[in-house]
């Protein structure tokens, strides 16, 4: 059983759409959740990371986990053509597992 | 901002020959890391090296992986006889263990690996 899942996407949005992106986990004994945003021919950057269950915001980004159901998502407010990238999933299990990543195109 | 560098950012290779792919970890970072990403599929961990030696590795890390940290900057993965399946993009990563409880890992560009 694969422990990150995402859907490949691409997942195209107009400008200024509110996005979701989303990650199943298969082992509830996982505590932190991050996420990272890869550009094209780029490396991964931490965009945020979470604790358990609960919402973290950080400016136009939200993270939230629900242990209940291994479900856990980002949301971008006020897309701009900027946050076209790959988003990937992650969590600290050897080094980092991270999901196949969700590719996202923000459409000016 | 402090950087990981990576280099060369593309290393074309015969099978069967040696490669060492170089990385310069952010200079306060203790912890260093490589991962590798076939073209299409997901950034898969290889190796982690703290206190000079490895901490953890992966399947994939097998005897024709081994890594360095010959002075006190640079952090090198060898692949001792390439195959045409490590063909993949290489990413080096290194934290700070001080900087909270999950220390964020800062990535490199990566190299892009060819085996012909």
């Known amino acids: 059983q694969k422990e990150v899942e995402q859907d490949p996407g691409p997942l195209s949005v107009p400008e200024g759409a509110i996005v979701s992106l989303n990650c199943t986990y298969s082992?509830?004994?996982?505590?932190?959740f991050m996420w990272y945003r890869q550009y094209s021919r780029k490396g991964p950057e931490l965009l945020m990371y979470?604790?358990?269950?609960g919402n973290k915001e950080d400016g136009r980004f939200t993270a939230q986990v629900d242990k209940s159901s291994k479900y856990i998502s980002l949301f971008i407010r006020d897309s701009q053509p900027s946050d076209s990238a790959t988003y990937l999933c992650?969590?600290?299990?050897?080094?980092?597992?991270f999901g196949k990543g969700t590719h996202l195109i923000i459409q000016p | 901002e402090p950087e990981v560098t990576q280099t060369p950012s593309h290393q074309v290779t015969q099978m069967g020959q040696e490669v060492i792919l170089r990385c310069v970890p952010i200079?306060?970072?203790?912890?260093f890391y490589w991962y590798r990403q076939i073209l299409g599929q997901k950034v898969e961990f290889l190796v982690s090296?703290?206190?000079?030696?490895?901490?953890?590795k992966s399947e994939i890390f097998d005897d024709q992986f081994s890594v360095e940290r010959p002075d006190g900057s640079n952090f090198t993965l060898k692949i001792r006889s390439t195959k045409l399946e490590d063909s993949a993009m290489y990413f080096c990563?290194?934290?700070?263990?001080?900087?909270?409880?999950?220390?964020?890992?800062?990535f490199g560009d990566g190299t892009r690996l060819s085996i012909l």
């Open positions: 200079s306060n970072h203790l912890y």
């Open positions: 990563a290194s934290s700070d263990p001080l900087s909270g409880p999950v220390a964020p890992q800062h």
């Open positions: 992650a969590i600290p299990q050897g080094g980092l597992t």
């Open positions: 082992n509830s004994a996982f505590q932190y």
């Open positions: 979470t604790y358990s269950s």
């Open positions: 090296f703290y206190n000079n030696e490895i901490s953890e």
